[in-house]
C-alpha cells in the first residue's frame, strides 16, 4: 500500500518563528497535494493546496514547496502564532484519484 | 453556506451490535468519501461514492458498508462491531469525482465501541 511519510510527529515553536513540515510520498499519476489543518473536535480543513506545474504556492503566511524530482512537498508558516496550534496532514492522490492518502500528521504547538 | 453534516457526533455501541452514520453533504457537492481517523492509524481511506456508484474502496474488512442516495447524501454503516471499530469517523464532500476538486470534511462521527 502506497504511504505519505509525513515529519516530524510533533513541533513547538516559539511564536514568530517559522513552522516546517515535510512530505514525501510515493509515485503518482495525479497532481494535486493539498495540506489540512485540524483543530481538536474538528474534521480537516483545506489550509492550501499545489498543482507542481509550479515549485511553490503561497497564501499569506502558509507557504507549500514542491519538489518533484525527489517526490517530497513541505508546509512553510511564516510567523507562527499560537492560533496555528493545531494537527497538520498532508496528502497526495496514490493509487487511484478517487482517494487521498494522507500522512500521519504532525501536531504542531505554537508557544506565546 | 452549510457545511458537510454528520449525524450522530457521538455514539456509544456495544461489541457485536451494527451502526449507520449518515453524511449529508454540501449542496451541489455530488461527491462523498468516507474516512476513518485513529490515534494510531491517522486518517485511513474507507469508500468514495459519486452519482450513487462507489468509486474506490480502501483495505477495510466487509463489515464496513456505504451507499449513497439521489440527492448525495449518503450513510456507512458497520457491522459487527469490533472494539478497533472506535474511532472518528469523518466524511468529506466535493463538487466532482476525483481528489483534485478538494474535499471538505465534516466535523465527524466519534464512535465509541464497548
Known amino acids: 500500500q502506497q504511504q505519505v511519510k509525513q515529519s516530524p510527529q510533533s513541533l513547538i515553536v516559539q511564536k514568530g518563528g517559522i513552522s516546517i513540515i515535510n512530505c514525501a510520498y510515493e509515485n503518482t499519476a495525479f497532481d494535486y497535494f493539498p495540506w489540512y489543518q485540524q483543530f481538536p473536535g474538528k474534521g480537516p480543513a483545506l489550509l492550501i493546496a499545489i498543482r507542481p506545474d509550479v515549485s511553490e504556492k503561497k497564501e499569506g503566511r502558509f507557504t507549500i514547496s514542491f519538489n518533484k524530482s525527489a517526490k517530497q512537498f513541505s508546509l512553510h508558516i511564516m510567523d507562527s502564532q499560537p492560533g496555528d496550534s493545531a494537527t497538520y496532514f498532508c496528502a497526495a492522490p496514490q493509487g487511484s484519484n478517487y482517494k487521498l492518502t494522507f500522512g500521519k500528521g504532525t501536531l504542531l504547538t505554537v508557544n506565546p | ?114
Not at chain 2, 49 to 78: D, I
Open chain 2, 1 to 114: 453556506k452549510a457545511g458537510v453534516t454528520q449525524t450522530p457526533r457521538y455514539l456509544i455501541k456495544t461489541r457485536g451490535q451494527q451502526v449507520t452514520l449518515s453524511c449529508s453533504p454540501i449542496s451541489g457537492h455530488r461527491s462523498v468519501s468516507w474516512y476513518q481517523q485513529t490515534p494510531g492509524q491517522g486518517l485511513q481511506f474507507l469508500f468514495e461514492y459519486f452519482s450513487e456508484t462507489q468509486r474506490n474502496k480502501g483495505n477495510f474488512p466487509g463489515r464496513f458498508s456505504g451507499r449513497q442516495f439521489s440527492n448525495s447524501r449518503s450513510e456507512m454503516n458497520v457491522s459487527t462491531l469490533e472494539l478497533g471499530d472506535s474511532a472518528l469517523y469523518l466524511c468529506a464532500s466535493s463538487l466532482g469525482s476525483g481528489t483534485t476538486y478538494g474535499y471538505t470534511f465534516g466535523s465527524g462521527t466519534r464512535l465509541t465501541v464497548v
